[in-house]
């Protein structure tokens, strides 16, 4: 495809590398020469210095952010008959891990500025059944964890923070990932902190938690080949491990380019009628791995998606790159029919995903570039 110069694109990892090529290819080439590719002290100092920038005991590496929330419930002993509350609105892997351990959905609508599980009716939805919530710091905004966790422990239930979208926010001075029992991450290339291929971790600060994670992570065992469990294969690459470690050394600088950025588009975007940005909450600071929009008109704000649609096609048409995150919520997912959800059921996530456009969202994007995608905003919705 060929791009302008002018283009904006939705989001530019090359540009990162770049940056750090030097310093990333010669850690690459001595894990390459030193022949240890899995495990061994790159991964094992990755689990320290993460778990040390959250501020927790534990830090167990894994092979992707799926994984590291399959690893949490199955370490809580979490599977068949019992329930995980969460939001409809995240990407699938939230809930297929869910359905993956043999565990139920059941979810909880989310709040219209935050994008959010709202916490105030996650209580309705506890049944004798329910074992755990897993609220998601969707676009890298903070969930209240203090309602949360108040809910959580009067009701005696886990808490597991998928934190995907989210490395480095915080939530009341406290590190998401660092406040429920176990906190969960990506390091898929886009997100936050992204190495050059998949990788996950998970933290925690209870070290039986981590005891499992462990066997659980390298099929079931503590002693090779002794098998107390059915687990998995999943860890993270040394090679992995060297890059996320300069990677994380970066980390908040470029989640303060982050913060800038949303700084600046909330100043211009909230001028424009028919846009409806992003809001964190009080006590919250958020790492924007996404700044989504939504856009609605009076005239044609009906259950479709046609005028956001065509609002994506007029900034393509400029070479504004945007993306569409999410076009479905999970309830309404064909593989979730028999869960028995309707259309109509869960409002705000389904206006959401009628509505949402994520815009250009990269530590790198310049206020030129900022500007491009402002005035086409404005251009038509005028
Ligand atoms: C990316 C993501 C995941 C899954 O992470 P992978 O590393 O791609 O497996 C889980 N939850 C959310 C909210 C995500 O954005």
């Known amino acids: 495809m060929i791009q302008s110069v002018n283009s904006v694109p939705a989001f530019d990892i090359k540009q990162q590398y770049a940056a750090l090529a030097a310093e990333v290819?010669?850690?690459?080439?001595?894990?390459?020469?030193?022949?240890?590719?899995?495990?061994?002290?790159?991964?094992?100092?990755?689990?320290?210095?993460?778990?040390?920038?959250?501020?927790?005991?534990?830090?167990?590496?894994?092979?992707?952010g799926t994984d590291a929330l399959y690893l949490a419930l199955r370490a809580l002993d979490i599977g068949t008959g019992d329930e995980v509350i969460t939001t409809p609105f995240s990407f699938f892997a939230t809930t297929e891990v869910i359905s993956a351990v043999g565990a139920t959905p059941v979810f909880v609508d989310i709040d219209a500025t935050t994008f959010n599980l709202d916490v105030?009716?996650?209580?309705?939805?506890?049944?004798?059944?329910?074992?755990?919530?897993?609220?998601?710091?969707?676009?890298?905004?903070?969930?209240?964890?203090?309602?949360?966790?108040?809910?959580?422990?009067?009701?005696?239930?886990a808490v597991i923070e998928d934190c995907a979208q989210a490395t480095g926010a915080s939530w009341e001075n406290q590190k998401v990932g660092s406040i429920g029992h176990i906190g969960c991450f990506s390091f898929y290339p886009t997100k936050n902190l992204g190495g050059c291929g998949d990788g996950g971790a998970i933290t925690t600060n209870d070290s039986a938690i981590a005891a499992k994670l462990r066997i659980f992570?390298?099929?079931?065992?503590?002693?090779?080949?002794?098998?107390e469990e059915i687990g998995v294969n999943?860890?993270?690459?040394?090679?992995?491990?060297?890059?996320?470690?300069?990677?994380?050394?970066?980390?908040?600088?470029?989640?303060k380019n982050r913060q800038q950025i949303a700084t600046y588009y909330y100043q211009h975007l909230s001028q424009i009628p028919g846009i409806i940005p992003p809001q964190e909450l009080l006590g919250g600071e958020a790492v924007w791995n996404q700044y989504t929009i939504r856009v609605s008109?009076?005239?044609?704000?009906g259950a479709t998606s046609k005028y956001r649609d065509w609002v994506r096609t007029q900034l393509q048409d400029q070479g504004i790159s945007t993306m569409l995150y999410y076009p479905l919520p999970l309830h309404l997912q064909p593989v979730y029919k028999t869960l028995g959800y309707q259309p109509g059921q869960l409002p705000i996530s389904e206006q959401a995903s009628h509505q949402v456009i994520s815009l250009p969202m990269f530590p790198e994007l310049t206020q030129e570039q900022q500007d491009k995608v402002i005035y086409a905003l404005k251009d038509c919705l005028s």
């Open 25 to 64: 290819s010669s850690a690459v080439l001595e894990v390459l020469s030193s022949g240890r590719y899995i495990g061994g002290p790159a991964v094992e100092d990755f689990e320290q210095q993460f778990a040390a920038y959250h501020g927790v005991s534990e830090c167990v590496a894994c092979n992707s």
């Open 120 to 157: 105030t009716q996650i209580a309705s939805a506890i049944t004798p059944k329910t074992k755990a919530i897993i609220p998601v710091h969707l676009f890298g905004l903070p969930v209240d964890m203090t309602a949360l966790m108040a809910i959580a422990q009067s009701h005696n239930l």
């Open 217 to 227: 992570r390298e099929h079931g065992s503590k002693i090779r080949y002794i098998h």
């Open 234 to 255: 999943s860890r993270l690459d040394a090679i992995q491990a060297v890059i996320l470690q300069i990677k994380l050394r970066y980390l908040d600088i470029w989640n």
């Open 297 to 301: 008109s009076e005239e044609r704000n």
